[in-house]
């Protein structure tokens, strides 16, 4: 019997995507169920972008099958019919988007997913990762989760993705994806969306799946509550940082149980079976590296990539304890320019801004000349900076929040670890009081980008043999504004003899004092307004400025690069050379 949800009628319907995301031009299948009745419905579905606004980019109609409430081991999977396909547009922007099945005359709530660059990182240097498998993870639907707390029973070992990601009040203490949106990721996305940065969204599905995914950006961020990791996530994400990647750990608890993916026992689909046992005995797994149980417990504590973490007496839970504010420790690092703190300040704990809330990332360490230091004993890197602590001694998981920063000694990769996973509560302010650096952590979080994204900053120029080119000069900028004296991404091609009546000299050259370097097809004389695309860069330094340095090396073909870069680090075989620069933000 079909049907279509007249006016009073109330029925409950449930639904769920059959994968997490989906890359722009490609399609999206919705699982769709009417809960409450006998009737195939026929409801209307509309799709929009969440952030500061709601914009709708579909519409259609969606069939809704009945199915009955499931009483039996539901969260290993619901394996219901396709109600609805999705196109997604090769326009539509990288973003949360919902998806409304009969609004207005229907119990129905908002079906998640994520839309992916399909070009990854060719419209922004940056990726926000969304925590999809936590979600999974504390999700209930069904009735189970990997936890026993909101369990009919038992804690489940093993979640399915193909049922709704929805707290439902059928079961108790339920959590779903809106819990986790509203929570922690709303507040982020429409920070950054209210301060113009562009960026790509991916889930830890997609970062589980596609190895090289994070090598197209300069900058991988993590929000909220990540607490979830296969080994390919984690191997993916340190191969990024071994290559030279930055990354913002904006979140606490992360990566602090180790998963696996595997196929949906209903459906066979891959990677559609979360499984986290939290037992060694009890994984059938016989590479023990690969038990499910905590990364301590498998030997790779997650401080060894994420500089700080949440183990015994180091990372803490809340429970029934007050929140406390991180007091700082280290005001001139450039984490904190513009907050005007000083040594000792206390941020953090007031009523727009209570950061404290829930789970931390922690670190052991010690006093050395009145500031911390890491000890090394939980697998903090020794050059782990500690920027600001918070020490949490009455929490129910007592220790500490440890924000800072380290960076690959080998490649120049850094990471900063915000230490909490509720960063996002100080950016919600700004956003309402359109005031987008009302609170330290709005500057801290600017503070992070900015420096991780040098984009906007620098330049680079490549030497290649061959071909008859000798060098390439690209100006590395997205498609943000530029910086005073850059200008959009171009690149030029340099080439040793005049092969084509086509092309014009370009010239590299010095105007001083102050220092300009710029490139252009005329050569410089003092005063000279450039033709081509120029960058400044200044002798001194100066609080509106951050350091650009030229880094020389050979590799082994023998051919020389240099680049312009905002990092001291340099990859193995590099060494510095040349000017440090300084360039005005």
Request: aromatic share 12%; hydrophobic share 35%.
């Amino acid at each position: 019997m079909a049907g279509t949800a007249g006016v009073g009628a109330s029925p409950k319907i449930r639904g769920y995507t059959d994968k997490q995301s989906v890359a722009q031009g490609h399609g999206l299948r919705f699982c769709i169920a009417n809960l409450s009745g006998p009737d195939v419905l026929q409801l209307p579905i509309r799709i929009v972008r969440l952030g500061l606004d709601e914009p709708t980019v579909a519409l259609g109609r969606a069939t809704a099958r009945p199915h009955a409430i499931p009483t039996h081991r539901a969260w290993e999977g619901s394996n219901w019919e396709v109600g609805y396909e999705l196109d997604v547009g090769r326009d539509w922007t990288s973003g949360i988007y919902a998806a409304r099945v009969g609004e207005g005359t229907a119990d129905s709530p908002d079906i998640f997913f994520i839309v992916r660059n399909a070009r990854p990182g060719s419209t922004s240097p940056m990726v926000v990762q969304i925590p999809t498998t936590t979600i999974n993870a504390y999700n209930n639907w069904g009735g189970a989760s990997l936890y026993g707390y909101n369990s009919s029973s038992s804690p489940a070992s093993a979640v399915s993705f193909n049922r709704p990601q929805y707290f439902d009040a059928i079961w108790k203490r339920g959590y779903g994806f809106a819990d986790e949106w509203n929570a922690r990721i709303k507040s982020f996305v429409r920070w950054m969306e209210a301060a113009g940065y562009v960026t790509d969204f991916i889930t830890n599905n997609d970062l589980h799946e596609e190895g090289e995914l994070l090598l197209n950006y300069q900058l991988f961020i993590s929000i909220g509550h990540d607490e979830y990791w296969t080994r390919e996530m984690r191997e993916h994400f340190d191969k990024f940082i071994a290559s030279g990647g930055n990354a913002a750990i904006f979140g606490g608890n992360t990566c602090y149980w180790q998963i696996r993916f595997e196929p949906d026992e209903k459906t066979g689909t891959a990677n559609r079976r979360q499984v986290c046992h939290k037992k060694a005995d009890s994984d059938p797994v016989e590479d023990p590296s690969l038990k499910t149980v905590t990364w301590r417990e498998v030997g790779y504590p997650e401080n060894r990539s994420f500089g700080a973490g949440y183990c015994d007496r180091v990372g803490a839970w809340k429970g029934s304890g007050e929140p406390k504010p991180f007091k700082v420790c280290r005001p001139e690092h450039w984490a904190f320019y513009q907050t005007g703190l000083r040594e000792g300040d206390a941020f953090g704990n007031d009523d727009e801004e209570t950061l404290l809330c829930y789970e931390t990332n922690g670190v052991d360490y010690v006093m050395d000349g009145g500031r911390p230091v890491p000890t090394g004993k939980d697998g903090t890197p020794m050059n782990y900076l500690i920027l600001a602590l918070a020490e949490l001694p009455d929490w129910q998981a007592p220790g500490n929040a440890a924000i800072g920063v380290f960076t690959n000694v080998l490649a120049g990769g850094t990471v900063f670890n915000a230490a909490t996973t509720d960063w996002a509560r100080g950016l919600e302010p700004c956003v309402q009081h359109c005031a987008l650096l009302r609170t330290v952590t709005a500057k801290m979080t600017r503070n992070v980008i900015e420096h991780l994204t040098p984009a906007r900053y620098a330049c680079e120029r490549v030497t290649i043999d061959g071909g008859g080119i000798s060098h390439v000069y690209r100006p590395r900028s997205s498609d943000r504004p530029a910086a005073a004296g850059m200008a959009p991404l171009t690149s030029f091609k340099v080439y040793t003899a005049p092969i084509d009546a086509d092309l014009v000299p370009i010239h590299r050259f010095r105007i001083g004092p102050p220092v300009i370097e710029r490139l252009s097809q005329s050569p410089a004389r003092r005063g000279w307004e450039p033709d081509g695309i120029p960058f400044y860069a200044y002798s001194a330094p100066a609080d509106d400025r951050i350091p650009i340095y030229r880094v020389r090396f050979d590799d082994t073909a023998n051919r020389r690069h240099e680049r312009y870069s905002s990092s001291r680090s340099v990859a193995k075989g590099e060494t510095l050379a040349g000017i440090a620069f300084y360039a005005a933000k």
